[in-house]
């Protein structure tokens, strides 16, 4: 392994940095199909609510694909700082097709901000990866640190091939997850942690979760109202209302710098912030 670039910052973040949103855009390449975890509130056959707006994706593409997906969208949007991987499943359950996308880019593409979303399962093995290819940025959905409360928001995990389930699926996404974040920091790489906000199952434990994050030196943290989706087991459950999240967020930025921008974008995204069109739809690319 050759050693590690340095992460270049330059604020032209448009997620991470407020003041570079309707500046810089973002393209999303929706290269990860799968997931190896079970999240209550997802379909599988949607984008990873996660991080992205529950849709279903125009389509997974290859590494290939996405490299020359970028190419085509600097052309006619040389706004766009950041090429980002937030699904359609996690990023790293299949981690060489999203370290493939990032190889072929950074080959004809130094100075693009790279960023990658994921669950934090698996995702430790492929740091050294991530920092050979200077990507600044990763997001890590973090919904629970209480083995009981995470149990309820993801039913089951699977490691090797194997599923396992309940407080023990639990106990290992958890300690996986933070294991990571502080690996992450470690490495110089800048950290989001996403929570889905889940009133009566993780709303009440999200201001002691703030606190432990800040403790880890996160970045950033970024609570996301849960959208129920039909087909699911939080399908009839009651969101967060926006004066809650509010409140949330205003309590939480005593521990953490909170993210209050975010426009929960398809895996596909292209563009500034504002803007969510897919990038496979946009017919100049
Ligand atoms: S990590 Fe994302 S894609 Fe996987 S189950 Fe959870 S919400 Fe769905
Ligand atoms: S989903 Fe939020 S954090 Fe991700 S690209 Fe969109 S605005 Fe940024």
Known sequence: M????PVTLN?????FYAGAKGKYGRLHLPVAPSCN????YCR?????????????????IGPEEASERLERALERM???????VAGPGDAFCEPERTLKTFELIRRKNADIALCVSTNGL??????????????????????????GIAARLHPYITVDGITIRGLEAAHILISRQIEAIGR?????????VNSVVVPGINEQHLLFLAKNMGTLNVDLMNF???????GTDMADAVPPSEDRMKRLRQRASAYVRLMHHCTRCRSDAVGLLPQDRSSSSASYI
Do not use: F, W
């Not at 604020?11 to 997620?15: L, R, S």
């Not at 975890?37 to 209550?40: E, P």
């Open 11 to 15: 604020k032209t973040h448009p997620c």
């Open 44 to 60: 599988r056959d949607h984008d990873c609510p996660n991080e992205n707006r529950p849709g279903v994706t125009d389509g997974v």
């Open 37 to 40: 975890i079970q999240c209550a």
């Open 184 to 192: 992450l920091k470690d490495a110089g790489i800048t950290v989001k």
């Open 224 to 230: 996301l109202p849960l959208i129920p989706l039909a």
């Open 2 to 5: 050759s050693p590690a670039m």
């Open 122 to 147: 698996n995702v430790k093995d492929s740091i050294p990866h991530l920092c050979d290819l200077n990507v600044g940025y990763v997001t890590i959905t973090v919904n629970a640190i209480d083995p």
């Open 78 to 84: 040389p706004y766009i700082s950041v090429a980002a």
